[in-house]
């Protein structure tokens, strides 16, 4: 275990959250629920689901570009549930580091609450500032797949933003499959998305994804561009593509629920 790695037994409980100093989430299945944040690049765990969430305040993914950064302004906070599911809740705030790309003040909270077949996140951000901002944010979510015998379902009529191959000049359109694979390089916003989608991974998971508040979907697979590891996971990624406007004080909440079928 690294130096700044901190590890936290939850009482009562045979579950353990293992943190690092960042946003790397796992949910490993097995006798144990773990849950861990992590800074490393590896995108790889057989074991079970994997996660990945990150905020970002117009496009500044503030907590993935600046260790320092993170280790200065955020900290992780343990609450037990009152079901007694393990739950933690992470905290990001504004500091210098933020202040000097984005010139607000805020309060990013994520729940992550873990269930034996299910996890569900809830992001929280604040405007401590005494002015109104604007941001959009994305959950990054990877998940443990067979690339060539993955898809999607639900996304069926949705407008499409496919960011392959400009992503600074997305082609419109509209989705007309009513399963959805990942045939190649896959990056495609799909706007005003269902609150329910549900992701066969290939290997023999079927795995529902519900959301409150995420009113887009991002699919994502680099192919080739990943070629030592594109095959082992597919993103279905909850976003807010367009901005959310926020008044001094105002709070936006939006919820994500994964569960095994």
């Known amino acids: 275990m690294k130096k700044k790695d901190v590890l936290i037994s939850v009482t009562g409980g045979a579950s353990v959250f293992l943190l690092f100093p960042v946003h790397r989430i796992r949910q ?4 144990d629920y773990r849950l861990r944040v992590s800074m490393d690049e590896a995108v790889k765990d ?9 905020f970002s305040c117009r496009r500044l ?24 599911n393990p739950t ?20 990013a909270l994520y729940k992550i609450t873990l269930d034996k077949n299910s996890l569900t996140t809830e992001l929280n951000v604040k405007n401590t500032d005494e002015k ?5 944010t994305t959950l990054h979510t990877y998940f443990n797949a067979f690339v060539s015998g993955a898809s999607v379902r639900g996304l069926k009529g949705c407008k499409t933003l496919n960011k392959d191959p400009d992503p600074k000049n997305p082609v419109e359109g509209k989705e007309e499959r009513d399963t959805v694979t990942f045939p190649g390089f896959v990056d495609c916003i799909y706007l005003d998305a269902p609150e329910e989608l549900h992701l066969d991974n290939g290997l023999g998971d079927s795995i529902t ?18 070629e030592s ?23 936006w909440t939006a919820v994500q629920h994964l569960s095994l079928v």
């Open 28 to 31: 490993v299945t097995g006798k």
């Open 46 to 54: 057989y074991k079970g689901l994997q996660f990945l969430s990150g």
């Open 61 to 84: 993914a503030l907590e993935q570009h600046s260790r320092t950064a993170v280790e200065e302004s955020s900290q992780a906070l343990f609450f037990p549930s009152q079901e007694g």
């Open 88 to 107: 933690i809740t992470l905290e990001l705030k504004d500091g210098l580091y933020s202040h000097s790309m984005w010139d607000y003040s805020f309060q």
């Open 132 to 136: 109104p901002f604007s941001f959009g």
């Open 209 to 226: 994804i519900k959301n409150t508040n995420w009113s887009d979907t991002v699919l994502w697979n680099p192919h080739l561009t990943m």
């Open 229 to 251: 590891c594109y095959k082992d996971f597919v993103c279905v990624e909850n976003a807010k593509i367009g901005q959310v406007q926020l008044q001094p004080n105002e709070t």
